[in-house]
């Protein structure tokens, strides 16, 4: 069993930067894929990043690409989301999951991770 938390939230202003991490506990992580969602105030949560075991496979959802670097060092058993640029709409809070299924579909499902850990807030103010 695999246990996630994050950290490395917080209030930033539009613009800035914030660095987000991802430590497991338990089994080695290089085993698992890795993804980053996040949810706002009454929305979904919506995928943001994953990445594959070895690092070699990387997605983003369009709105954060060129924006957000997601990378992981698994010697220290964390996951990053390097997230620069950040806009209003990035607030919310932002959750690690481990995928458990769906690993050729193109698109981020909650539905496809597991393992979820208690999340991390960030707030950009405008």
């Known amino acids: 069993q695999v246990g996630l938390v994050e950290s490395g939230g917080g209030l930033v202003q539009a613009g800035g930067s914030l660095n987000l991490s991802c430590i497991a506990s338990?089994?080695?992580?290089?085993?698992?894929?890795i993804g980053w969602f996040r949810q706002a105030p009454g929305k979904e949560r919506e995928g943001v990043a994953d990445?594959?075991?070895?690092?070699?496979?990387?997605k983003y959802v369009d709105s954060v690409k060129g924006r957000f670097t997601i990378s992981r060092d698994n010697a220290k058993r964390t996951v990053y989301l390097q997230m620069n640029d950040l806009k209003f709409e990035d607030t919310g809070v932002y959750y690690c999951?481990?995928?458990?299924?769906?690993?050729?579909?193109?698109?981020?499902?909650?539905?496809?991770?597991?393992?979820w850990g208690q999340g991390t807030q960030v707030t950009v103010s405008s």
């Open positions: 999951a481990i995928r458990s299924s769906g690993w050729h579909r193109p698109d981020l499902s909650s539905d496809d991770f597991a393992s």
């Open positions: 990445i594959t075991g070895s690092g070699a496979d990387i």
């Open positions: 338990g089994r080695t992580l290089s085993a698992y894929a």
